[in-house]
């Protein structure tokens, strides 16, 4: 492995004089907002550069174009001595160009050491098998005693921001990004961090830190640039600069007249809301209060627990604390309790949780209020539309009419359909999230005079922003937060921007040692070995299936002792060969987040070509073209299918819907009738046995290992896994995610067609109907075997058990001689079983690793 430091000195490229890395010109827009704007700037070898901003200023944006995760709408990169437009994920890295993301960028179903394996090239690492001594040296260089074999979905953000740094860190670096490094991080993680930066920047790495804590930069900071609503207003030596002078740089605005006037500010003495020892793993001992007509602000440093707050009291989060409405006691923890106790939220993301695109702005708007409207069992339309005429006029939605659906809206108004719906829902507190988040300057100004009305009406608002000048301007009183804790509350005239922007950046407020959350006596836990929650919850699905075999074998004897003969055990074995390989397709799509409806009638389509070309009166030539016609079907089916998903974004249901019905329409069409009977030498060929067991089954069996070697033990496997898990992280490191999920719907069509094959050998002739239970059982066994159906997590080998499970189910059936429909009742309750124990089992190990 190469020394990343000593490289960075020997490199000509990294000389003193010559930038690590340059931008040019760069402009990033997204719609109709201007990221940046004409950002010009060098970072060299030996330097620590400061990017300050406020939240939305450009700084991450400019660092997501430098490490190849955005492309820049215009505007040039310098870097490895050549000008460059746009750098890829992988190219970045190539270049040594390594970044520390304030959210960390690992998978939360891949352990610690196979998310540093994502990114750090083989020549920098051991092989994967021998990773685990060279990940502990890399995290123990940052103050980690973390176990590699711990999953990243049980730590911590705490830990999870150490392990993105030692991945950095790791790499052969030429430029290292930090952005907000220690806002989660205990101080004495943070010294060391400090140690480290220092020392790598004397090697002559240049490095990258934003943050918004003026004692880092000073600490820290060779010089300072500075961005402000997405342009450059300059560079500058932190050290001749005084925090006001810092603070005025980053804000540099006066307050726009487009708030509506505060008013004379007397509230009744009992709150609307009072919040008592809010705490979870964000949030520590948070108490406040906001009383009717008042409008109280949450600002802080993004990430400090702000939006948490709102989350937790709408439900959305859990949390532990007293919180009263009115002074009546709410319980934490649900929605439908917060709604009922009148707080409502309104999120930040419109498109995700704020606005349903397809429904009307008269839905939108109604949709929390319905129960207003409701006569007997039906809804009042009339009332209704008045009800949301009156509210969007008042607002100022602009649409033709109320039945427009909100997609076809712009940003501003979408914005006024969610405060609409807040609105009607009579609500006793309104919770806000970024009220004018990607909102004009006219809209804003009406969304802020709706909710100072609304105070004034008597209700109370909590605001949480990024814009300081948003806060200042609408609130009456704004608390600041750090860390997850309040460090400071403004009132009247103390409610400036500049004041705001000083309690955020000169706080010098770190998580304790321990964390707040325990999690450290978690970590501990964690450092020892490998088997632990992670190990256990994995297991479980294979364990489970094997005493769930074992207990219906035992079933079956006591019915019937010719349960455990040998002709049984080989027809539920071969059985089982045919379902397995269907099964381990449909398992390759569910791991990417995915679902292949196709495959049943894939199969069926097999042994419909089958009957055409396998017949005792074919030659070896029609029958080898016939394989290779299946093969080629297959594969086809399978690019279609890729191509519609991971190409097109169609939903997988859809795309594979469409073709579920193309091919049983040509099998139709092929054999409308059954014929077509399959040659007896070619059965015994495909039926052959080795004693009882089928050879169709001992190939199944070495394939479903050698996918669970695959997927365990090689970095295509990681990649494969880590685009289930975090598509959006997968793809932010490199991993191309298109191409492995297109991958896997060939691999599942050409393995439904093995599949289709081995239906051949138990069928014998032409039926186009055969084949289609195989989509119902294969994602039987999929769920069975404990595969997540949002992908990422999976086992091979406890597909292979699942099938063997329910081929014994069918062939019990047979023995009790109960109805084919026992089979649908067999299977649909199995499935349910297996996502209610599955999903108990995981929310109880969330449920212990945040108690």
Request: proline share 4%.
């Amino acid at each position: 492995m190469k020394n990343s430091t000593a490289r960075a000195m020997q490199d000509p490229v990294l000389s003193a004089k010559d930038p690590v890395l340059g931008v040019e010109g760069v402009s990033k827009t997204f719609g109709p907002v201007k990221a940046l704007q004409d950002i010009s700037i060098n970072f060299y070898p030996g330097q620590v550069h400061a990017l300050l901003g406020e939240n939305g200023a450009g700084k991450s944006t400019l660092m997501g174009i430098i490490s190849g995760a955005l492309d820049p709408s215009t505007g040039t990169i310098l870097v490895g001595g050549e000008r460059r437009e746009r750098l890829t994920p992988d190219e970045a890295v190539r270049h040594g160009i390594s970044i520390v993301h304030q959210t960390p960028a690992l998978a939360p179903d891949l352990t610690v050491a196979e998310n540093m394996a994502l990114t750090v090239p083989e020549s920098m690492r051991p092989p994967l098998a021998q990773l685990d001594p060279w990940v502990r040296e890399q995290l123990s260089k940052v103050g980690s005693a973390v176990s590699p074999s711990a999953q990243c979905g049980d730590l911590p953000i705490s830990e999870l921001q150490l392990i993105e740094i030692a991945r950095a860190l790791a790499v052969d670096t030429r430029l290292l990004i930090l952005d907000e490094p220690t806002a989660p991080l205990a101080q004495d993680k943070v010294a060391i961090l400090f140690d480290k930066v220092r020392s790598i920047a004397a090697a002559g790495v240049g490095v990258v830190y934003i943050t918004h804590r003026i004692p880092e930069i000073r600490e820290l900071a060779d010089t300072m640039t500075i961005l402000r609503d997405g342009r450059m207003r300059g560079t500058y030596d932190p050290q001749a600069k005084t925090d006001d002078e810092i603070v005025a740089l980053i804000a540099g605005r006066e307050i726009e007249a487009v708030f509506p006037d505060k008013g004379a500010q007397q509230f009744a003495e009992r709150p609307a809301l009072e919040v008592r020892n809010l705490s979870n793993e964000i949030l520590s001992d948070v108490s406040f209060q906001v009383r009717p007509g008042e409008i109280v602000g949450i600002a802080g440093v993004a990430g400090n627990g702000q939006p948490q707050v709102l989350r937790s009291l709408a439900g959305l989060e859990p949390a532990k604390g007293e919180v009263l409405v009115e002074g009546q006691a709410l319980k934490l923890g649900s929605v439908s309790r917060s709604r009922a106790a009148g707080l409502v939220f309104m999120p930040a993301d419109r498109a995700k949780e704020g606005v349903l695109a397809d429904f009307s702005i008269r839905e939108n708007s109604t949709l929390s209020a319905l129960g207003r409207f409701r006569r007997g069992i039906a809804v009042d339309s009339t009332a209704e539309a008045q009800a949301a005429l009156g509210m969007t006029r008042g607002l100022g939605v602009k649409a033709p009419t109320l039945d427009t659906p909100v997609s076809n809206l712009s940003g501003g108004n979408q914005q006024k359909v969610v405060l609409a719906r807040a609105l009607l829902a009579n609500p006793r507190v309104v919770l806000t999230e970024e009220p004018t988040q990607g909102v004009d300057a006219g809209a804003r100004s009406e969304i802020y005079t709706q909710l100072r009305a609304a105070a004034t009406d008597g209700l109370a608002v909590l605001v949480v922003s990024s814009d300081a000048m948003e806060l200042e301007g609408l609130c009456d009183r704004v608390i600041v937060m750090s860390s997850g804790s309040i460090v400071t509350v403004l009132e009247g005239d103390q409610v400036t921007e500049t004041n705001m922007m000083q309690a955020m950046v000169a706080t010098h407020s770190q998580r304790h040692t321990g964390d707040r959350d325990g999690s450290s006596s978690r970590v501990r836990s964690k450092t020892g070995g490998g088997f632990g929650a992670a190990t256990l919850r994995n297991s479980a699905p294979t364990v489970v299936i094997s005493a769930a075999i074992l207990a219906i074998g035992l079933l079956g004897i006591v019915t019937n002792i010719r349960f455990i003969g040998e002709p049984n055990i080989y027809a539920v074995l071969l059985s089982t060969s045919a379902l397995a390989l269907v099964a381990l397709g449909q398992f390759l799509v569910v791991m990417t987040g995915g679902i292949d409806l196709s495959v049943g009638p894939l199969a069926g389509l097999v042994l419909v070509i089958s009957s055409f070309f396998w017949t005792e009166d074919a030659g070896a030539l029609a029958s080898t073209g016939g394989l290779a016609l299946i093969l080629v079907v297959a594969a086809g089916i399978g690019v279609l299918n890729g191509a519609l998903v991971a190409l097109l974004n169609l939903p997988a249901v859809a795309a594979t819907l469409i073709t579920y019905i193309a091919i049983q329409g040509v099998s139709l069409l092929l054999r409308p009738q059954i014929s077509g009977y399959i040659s007896v030498d070619t059965l015994d060929l495909i039926n052959g046995r080795i004693g009882v067991v089928p050879v169709a089954f001992i190939v199944v069996c070495l394939l479903g290992a050698a996918l669970a070697f695959i997927l365990r033990r090689t970095m295509r496997g990681v990649a494969f896994r880590a685009t289930g898990s975090a598509p959006a992280v997968a793809s932010k490191v490199g991993v191309p995610v298109r191409w492995h999920t297109f991958a896997a719907y060939v691999l599942a069509a050409l393995l439904a067609a093995l599949g289709g094959i081995m239906l051949v050998g138990q069928v014998g002739v032409g039926d186009p109907t055969q084949g289609i239970g195989f989509t119902l059982s294969s994602i039987t066994v999929v769920v069975v075997a404990g595969t997540l159906l949002r992908g990422g997590v999976g086992s091979p080998v406890a597909v292979l058990l699942g099938a063997i499970l329910l081929q014994m189910l069918f062939s019990l059936t047979n023995f009790l001689q109960l109805s084919t429909q026992w089979q649908y009742w067999v299977q649909g309750t199995i499935i349910l079983a297996a996502a209610v124990f599955y999903i108990s089992l995981r929310n109880s190990k969330k449920l212990n690793a945040t108690t």
